[in-house]
C-alpha cells in the first residue's frame, strides 16, 4: 500500500533552470494538492485539483504550473527556479473534498528543493 | 475569512507530563477541526479531527482535543508524554464547503520530551 509516493527526495537547481516534481497516489482518490512548508510560516497550499482534467490555484501559486491528466498523477513545475521557491514540496490526496467529513488528508514524505 | 493560530511555536515538557499544544480559529461558520502530525522528515499524519457531535474528540497516540466554540478553541492533550511524541503538531481548519474545502494550516507547534 504505497499511498502517496513523491519524487525526487531531494533536488538541488539553479537559479533559472526548469523542473518538474512528481506525485501519484493509489488510492484513488479525487482530490490532491500541493504544499510548500517553510519554517515558521506553516504549509501553504500551491495548486489543488478535484479530479482528471481539474486545476486551480491555492495562496501561492505564482511561479508553479500543474497539470491533471489522470486520477493518480498530479505534478508540478517549476518554469524558471528562484531561490525564493527553496523549500520543502508536500504533495497530498483525499477522498472527497479535502477538509470535509470522512476525507482526511494523506501526504506524501516532501520533496527538499534548494535553489541557488 | 478563516484562520488559525497556534499559541507557542516550540513547547518543552518532561517525559510522563502533561502535554498541552493550544490552537484558536477563526471561522465564520461551523468549521471541521484537525490536528496533523509530522515526525522528521515525513509528511503530516492525520490525528485527530472534528466535524459534528461530540465535542470531546481522541485520536491515535492517546492525543485527544475538545472543541469549545465559546473560546473558538480546539487545544491538544495528552496526559503523559512519551519520548516518541516529539515532533511537530499542526492544527486545521476546512474552509467553507462552497470554496472545495482545502485546509488552512497553522504555523505549527514542536514538541520537544525531555526524559
Known amino acids: 500500500n504505497a499511498g502517496v509516493t513523491q519524487t525526487p527526495k531531494f533536488q538541488v537547481l539553479k537559479t533559472g533552470q526548469s523542473m518538474t516534481l512528481q506525485c501519484a497516489q493509489d488510492?484513488?482518490?479525487?482530490?490532491m494538492s500541493w504544499y510548500r512548508q517553510d519554517p515558521g510560516m506553516g504549509l501553504r497550499l500551491i495548486h489543488y485539483?478535484?479530479?482528471?482534467?481539474?486545476?486551480d490555484q491555492g495562496e501561492v501559486p505564482n511561479g508553479y504550473n500543474v497539470s491533471r491528466s489522470t486520477t493518480e498523477d498530479f505534478p508540478l513545475r517549476l518554469l524558471s527556479a528562484a531561490p525564493s521557491q527553496t523549500s520543502v514540496y508536500f504533495c497530498a490526496s483525499s477522498w472527497g473534498t479535502a477538509g470535509a467529513n470522512n476525507s482526511p488528508l494523506h501526504f506524501g514524505n516532501g520533496t527538499r528543493l534548494t535553489v541557488t | 475569512a478563516q484562520s488559525v493560530t497556534q499559541l507557542g511555536s516550540h513547547v518543552s515538557v518532561s517525559e510522563g507530563a502533561l502535554v498541552l499544544l493550544r490552537c484558536n480559529y477563526s471561522?465564520?461558520?461551523?468549521?471541521?477541526l484537525f490536528w496533523y502530525v509530522q515526525y522528521p522528515n515525513q509528511g503530516l499524519q492525520l490525528l485527530l479531527k472534528y466535524t459534528t457531535g461530540a465535542t470531546l474528540v481522541k485520536g491515535i497516540n492517546g492525543f485527544e482535543a475538545e472543541f469549545k466554540k465559546s473560546e473558538t478553541s480546539f487545544h491538544l492533550t495528552k496526559p503523559s508524554a512519551h519520548m516518541s511524541d516529539a515532533a511537530e503538531y499542526f492544527c486545521a481548519v476546512s474552509r467553507p464547503g462552497g470554496s472545495q474545502g482545502n485546509l488552512i494550516f497553522g504555523k505549527g507547534t514542536k514538541l520537544s520530551v525531555k526524559p
Open positions: 488510492m484513488n482518490h479525487e482530490y
Open positions: 485539483s478535484v479530479g482528471a482534467g481539474i486545476t
Open positions: 471561522s465564520s461558520v461551523p468549521p471541521y
